[in-house]
């Protein structure tokens, strides 16, 4: 979830489960405002162009936080793959099922969502680890990374911030975020067995009334054959 660079408050930490009902409720709220907010991203397009570069012909695809299943889902199903998208909001999967009928789609927590082993050709991760807790992001890109066949390729991007459990205001929603400065991030994709093939880092301007430029890093990996942790 791309996100509004925060300002530190107060308040604890908050539990993991809490901070997926948080995230459900803000994307419940916003719907298709979202999409309209981020339509205009050519950095998350041209890295799409990516992935579908790496894929054979009828490649199994899991988008990570697919929220209205526009852009990630619309390419990849237009292109043939099959794609199995997962959030966490019913009302972005109510979205993305009606948008895109040429994908699937499941509204669960991804850390809970079971993933066989070598089951998927590629993986898209986009914005969508922001609330969730510096070692759940840890522990689900290792778990993704697992799900994703040897050589297969795996695009994530974030919000490269410094910040862990930061308080600030999406797009009108109030959210809590955790992110790594863009080296950690890296750091952390490659410790769960990636190699990092590309990386951008840009700042974009969502097309939205109270929006502000903020930071997008985007990473292009890849799965070793030999395997991951």
């Not at 009606?98 to 850390?111: K, N």
């Not at 990374?145 to 795996?154: H, I, M, Q, Y």
């Amino acid at each position: 979830m791309p996100s509004r660079r925060p300002s530190a408050t107060g308040g604890g930490l908050l539990r993991d489960e809490e901070r997926g009902s948080r995230a459900a409720a803000v994307f419940d709220a916003l719907g298709a405002d979202y999409e309209k907010a981020f339509a205009g991203s050519a950095a998350h397009r041209s890295s799409l162009e990516w992935v579908l570069g790496r894929l054979a012909p009828g490649s199994r695809v899991l988008d990570v936080g697919s929220g209205t299943g526009r852009p990630t889902a619309e390419t990849l199903a237009g292109a043939g793959h099959e794609v199995l998208g997962v959030d966490v909001s019913p009302v972005m999967v109510e979205l993305a099922t009606r948008q895109v009928p040429g994908a699937s789609f499941q509204c669960a927590d991804i850390r809970e969502v079971p993933l066989s082993d070598a089951s998927f050709d590629a993986v898209c991760v986009y914005f969508s680890l922001l609330q969730m807790s510096r070692d759940d992001q840890s522990r689900l890109m290792r778990r993704l990374v697992r799900a994703l066949k040897p050589g297969g390729g795996l695009a994530v991007a974030t919000v490269p911030l410094d910040v862990e459990d930061v308080e600030g205001v999406f797009m009108g929603q109030k959210v809590r975020v955790t992110s790594f400065a863009a080296d950690d991030f890296a750091a952390m994709v490659t410790k769960a067995g990636l190699t990092v093939v590309s990386q951008e880092s840009l700042l974009f301007t969502p097309s939205h009334p109270d929006a502000v430029p903020e930071p997008h890093h985007f990473l292009h990996c890849r799965r070793e054959d030999t395997g991951a942790v």
